[in-house]
């Protein structure tokens, strides 16, 4: 379960005793927690990647729950500047257009920032985007599900769910494409509603 640190999108409840009663219970029940992390607003707000991952972590810490994974939050309005967030981080950073090279943001903190150093700082030792490394380095997989989309789609050629709809139909011809594969799936709970 990812959380993402202090951001405007949850500056009603981040760092309120709830929230902290709510992770502490899941973490409780054996699942782990993630921070979700925004690195367009984390450099904004705090000028290093590494500062902002820093305070949160002793936020997280002070309240006994342990963070050993993270991801990143992408911003549509960074992207179609041509920097994703995936950018900030040396092992999985693309080649930014010729045309971005000498953007602020793309020339202060594209490839600045390292995973492994994550791990090694931070003990943040899973980063997981549509990739996934450990310790910096990449992990394999075959299959990546989203449904960042609005539709769950499964990919390399697997099949695509209408928007939110995932009927019985589109289970039983998932089912080939995940079993015994090695995948990872990004669903967002908080789209669906719970079936009678």
């Known amino acids: 379960y990812f959380m993402m640190g202090p951001h405007e999108l949850n500056r009603t409840f981040y760092g309120s005793a709830r929230t902290w009663e709510q992770l502490r219970a899941i973490q409780d029940m054996g699942h782990r927690i993630g921070l979700h992390l925004d690195p367009f607003d984390a450099v904004c707000r705090e000028g290093s990647l590494y500062d902002f991952i820093g305070r949160t972590i002793e936020d997280f810490s002070r309240e ?7 991801n990143s939050h992408g911003d549509s309005r960074y992207e179609s500047l041509g920097m994703r ?8 950073m693309g080649a930014l257009p010729a045309a971005r090279e000498s ?14 150093h ?4 931070f003990g943040i ?4 985007d549509s990739r996934v490394f450990r310790q910096g380095v990449r992990l394999q997989r075959t299959v990546y ?3 960042n989309s609005g539709q769950i789609r499964i ?7 209408r928007r939110f709809d995932v009927d019985e139909a589109f289970v039983a011809e998932s089912v080939p494409f995940l079993t015994n594969s090695r995948s990872l799936i990004l669903l967002h709970p908080q789209w669906y509603a719970a079936r009678a």
Do not use: C, M, N
Not at 85 to 92: A, G, I, L, R, Y
Not at 103 to 116: I, P, R, V
Not at 118 to 121: E, I, N
Not at 125 to 128: A, I, K, L, P, S
């Open 85 to 92: 967030q995936q950018d900030f981080f040396v092992e999985s």
């Open 103 to 116: 953007d602020d943001l793309s020339a202060l903190h594209a490839g600045k920032y390292s995973l492994e």
């Open 145 to 147: 599900v989203s449904d």
């Open 125 to 128: 030792e899973y980063w997981v």
């Open 118 to 121: 994550l791990a090694s700082t």
């Open 155 to 161: 990919r390399p050629q697997g099949p695509s769910s």
């Open 64 to 70: 006994r729950i342990l963070v050993r994974y993270g």
